[in-house]
């Protein structure tokens, strides 16, 4: 309610004082300058002010959000013969407004600094631009509102998953992996770019070897060291795409891997994603995610993965996931996931994995 007061007050506060100062811009000084009545939030507004070619003093623009109070400078520059231009930056304009002011720097014929003359308003009685809220404002106050004003998020997950022994001629082997993840990521909400993220990943596991005749019939897979960065593109609110490039250690060498998601909704709430994830060497996986966030304080999701992990030699599994997490009022959000894992009707095993994480 004291917003839109405000706004209201901002707005006709501009039509009045431009009524009133348009005049004053034209003075014995050669300085005509049209104020503007109303800005669009988040973009830089431009002010015009045409100078005679006899002026000698700098014209510059003083400018304060409604509210401050400090005032900021922003010189003006010529574009053509008698047309000068300032531009005050976008991070200075939202809602409810903002004021200014012109004035001219000069010096004496001494050298030293002159007066700083009023041209155009004054400190005392700045010109008021009521600033109207754009839709990518309205947007990106909404996805901080989600996120209780919090940009940044660091986060760690374990997680544990075993397809079952097999059984071989000799003896049985283990088909099993576990994986570590750890990244930081920044909501830039620079709509497109919504966010961007760095990470480190660990793979590593064993699957058997069905050629193998010995009583050690285990082969290594995955990789130790990974690392990867991802873009989280909003496609369109509550439609987002996060792309990822990987690159891993593995036992052959350096792989190079990648991830896609696709989301719509919310991300820690009801939701439905897909994607694809994989790297050389260690396999490919894909998924079909449903997150529902109807009890508060528990958001949920069930998941279907199918992919042969840990090594691209194994047939493909699939997996049966459910997660569950729970968000404390500072930021924190611990989650536990559960599930089953088989490559066939005989043999299976189980999943289990912790993850926490951090906004602020």
């Excluded at 001494?110 to 309205?138: I, K, L, N």
């Excluded at 750890?182 to 497109?192: H, K, Q, S, T, V």
Aim: net charge negative; hydrophobic share 45%; glycine share 10%.
């Amino acid at each position: 309610m004291l917003h839109r007061a405000l706004s209201a007050l901002a707005l006709v506060t501009a039509s009045v004082g431009a009524l009133a100062t348009t005049a004053r811009a034209d003075d014995a000084a050669g300085i005509h300058h049209v104020p503007p009545a109303e800005a669009a939030a988040d973009a830089p507004l431009a002010l015009v002010a045409d100078i005679d070619a006899t002026a000698t003093a700098a014209l510059v623009v003083r400018y304060r959000a409604i509210g401050d109070a400090t005032w900021q400078s922003a010189p003006f520059a010529r574009t053509e013969d008698t047309a000068w231009q300032a531009q005050i930056p976008a991070a200075a304009i939202h809602p409810p407004g903002l004021e200014y002011y012109l004035a001219t720097i000069a010096t004496n014929p001494d050298g030293s600094p002159a007066p700083e003359q009023d041209r155009f308003a004054s400190p005392t009685w700045p010109h008021a631009v009521a600033v109207r809220t754009g839709e990518t404002s309205a947007r990106r106050a909404r996805d901080l509102a989600r996120v209780a004003g919090h940009r940044s998020r660091v986060h760690t997950a374990v997680e544990y998953v075993d397809f079952g022994a097999r059984k071989l001629p000799t003896t049985t082997a283990n088909d099993r992996y576990y994986r570590v993840d750890a990244d930081f990521g920044y909501r830039l909400l620079a709509y497109p770019l919504e966010e961007i993220r760095f990470g480190y990943a660990r793979l590593i596991g064993v699957t058997p070897d069905t050629t193998c005749e010995a009583s050690a019939c285990e082969t290594d897979a995955g990789f130790k060291v990974g690392g990867w960065f991802e873009l989280g593109l909003g496609l369109a609110e509550g439609v987002r795409l996060d792309a990822r490039g990987l690159v891993a250690a593995t036992p052959s060498g350096f792989g190079l891997g990648g991830r896609l998601e696709l989301r719509v909704g919310v991300a820690d709430g009801t939701h439905l994603a897909a994607g694809v994830e994989g790297l050389a060497d260690v396999g490919t996986s894909g998924f079909m995610r449903l997150g529902w966030a109807t009890v508060p304080g528990l958001p949920m999701a069930a998941t279907v993965e199918v992919g042969d992990l840990p090594a691209s030699s194994r047939p493909t599994g699939v997996r049966l996931l459910y997660d569950i997490a729970h968000p404390f009022p500072n930021g924190l959000r611990l989650a536990a996931r559960l599930g089953y894992a088989a490559r066939d009707r005989a043999v299976g095993g189980l999943t289990a994995g912790l993850g926490a994480s951090w906004d602020f």
